[in-house]
């Protein structure tokens, strides 16, 4: 355990206390430190060993307040949503890799999207990066007017002046789903839809698309949902008093899709010897054991890369106007919510 007793009760280790207790110069202690060059490897032994024993850590804050440049990304995500933690964990990588560091405002409840980016822009962030923002393209453009504006997991249209977009093919990851289900011989296919939510359009879009692809048009149907656990059950609970219960459902995102499983198994109904689900996203909760999801995979790791080049580009003069808008493929991930209908769907 770290012993502190050079340091007054409470108080964060300073470089001077780190150098008082390694006997050293303040700036030697600094330069330990940073790993520059110069010090002994007995200097940089004793001052390690002090830091170690005091718990000192340097103060990242303050050294790039003491420089022009930040290097700090502003990322808003909703704490609502499991696939925007993924996503945080992805930009992490990525930004670090480029050299960058990330600072995050979270939308909550009580939290609005305007409070977490005004937030960041108070941050000395240098670009911001939205997760699936609601705000009107007006107030992005807005923004972008004063930093460089990354939208994520939204399709803008027209986009929004100053803005770049990196998201999911969202149309093609629903028609990638209704592929599956047809395949495996369902015919009676319902849509729980995202209503207003960032990509709900475009996969409102492909589920129809796909359906009358596969002569299906007169089983098109959509039960309003949303982004939630509670979207996803207060849905399944409406499919449980209909008459005509489909074979399977897809839902407009993983957490959704949890929601239609714990009503399902609330109520008795095997998923997926009765009714087979399908999400969206492909989230950490999709991948749970005890959940296994079939899902629409929205390439997290591909989408922080990209959205961070383009934020990167943007501040380093290396950006182009024609990358504006970057649409990466989703791909389905089978599990075990999935099967062949136990029963004629015709």
Known sequence: MPSRSAVPDGKRPTLSDLAARAGVSVPLASMVMRGAKGPSAASRERVLRAAQEIGYR????????????????????????????????????????????????????SRSEQEAVETLLSDRCEALILLSP???????AEVAAQLPVVSVARRLRPLAEGVDVVRAA????????????????HRDIVHIDGGRAPGAADRRRGYKSAMKHHGLTDHVR??????????????????LTDSSRPTAV???????AIGVLDTFLRAQIPVPDEISVVGFDDSHLARLAHVQLTTVGQ????????????????????ATDDEREVVVTPHLVIRSTTRAPCRSSV
């Open 58 to 109: 340097p103060d990242s804050r303050a050294r790039l307040l003491r420089s022009s440049r930040s290097h700090l990304v502003g990322v808003q995500f909703d704490l609502r949503q499991p696939f925007h933690a993924d996503m945080v964990e992805a930009l992490y990588a990525a930004a670090g890799a480029a050299g960058y560091q990330i600072a995050l405002s979270a939308v909550a409840a």
């Open 134 to 140: 609601h705000a009107p393209a007006a107030r992005l």
């Open 170 to 185: 969202d149309d093609e990851g629903a028609r990638q789903a209704v592929d599956h289900l047809v395949a495996l011989g």
């Open 222 to 239: 959509l039960v309003p949902g949303g982004l939630t656990e509670d979207h996803g059950a207060a849905a399944a609970r409406t499919l």
């Open 250 to 256: 897809l839902a407009f995102n993983d957490h959704c």
């Open 299 to 318: 390439e997290a790791r591909q989408l922080a890369r990209r959205a961070v080049s383009r934020a990167v580009a943007r501040l380093e003069g290396g």
